[in-house]
C-alpha cells in the first residue's frame, strides 16, 4: 500500500539516510535543493507515519569475534505459534532476524554466532528447547558478498 502522503522529496530523503543515516539535515538538503529545515520537517513527518522506524549502525561483527553467520529453517508444530515463537526468539541475543515464510519453513532466522561451539549451544540449548519448534535446519554462511538497502522509487 502507498502512502499518498509521500513525494519525491520524501523519497529522495530516505534514499540518502538509509546509506547513511548520519548525513545531515544541510548535507541532504544540499543533495537535493531544499534548505535544512525542510528536510528536518519532513523526516519528522516519516518519523510520525511510521515509515523511518529507527536508526542502525552496521558493524562488522567478525572484527568482533563473531565468525559464523547462520541461516535457520525452522519448521513449527502449527503455523499459528509463529508469534509465541517469535517473542521467544526475541530475546535469544544472537537472533538478528525473524522472519514468517512460505515453502518448507514456517520461519527463517538468521544468527550470528563466535564460533561453532557458541552455535551449537545456541541451536541445543536455546533454540530448541523452545516446545513449539520441531526441527531446525542450519545453513552457515560462508562469505557475505553483497548487502544493501533497497532502493526506494
Known sequence: MKTENIDDIDISIINIIKNNSK????????????????????IKKLEEMGIILGYRTEIDYKKLNY??????????????SYEMVAVQLKKIPEVVDIHYTTGLYSMFIRIICKDTE????????????????TRTETFISLHESYSRALKIE
Open 67 to 80: 565468525d559464523i553467520t547462520a541461516f535457520l529453517g525452522i519448521y513449527l508444530q502449527k503455523s499459528s
Open 118 to 133: 557458541h552455535l551449537r549451544s545456541v541451536l541445543m540449548d536455546k533454540i530448541q528447547t523452545i516446545e513449539e519448534i
Open 23 to 42: 548525513t545531515t539535515y544541510a548535507e541532504i538538503g544540499k543533495q537535493i535543493n531544499v534548505s535544512a529545515g525542510t528536510v528536518h520537517i519532513r
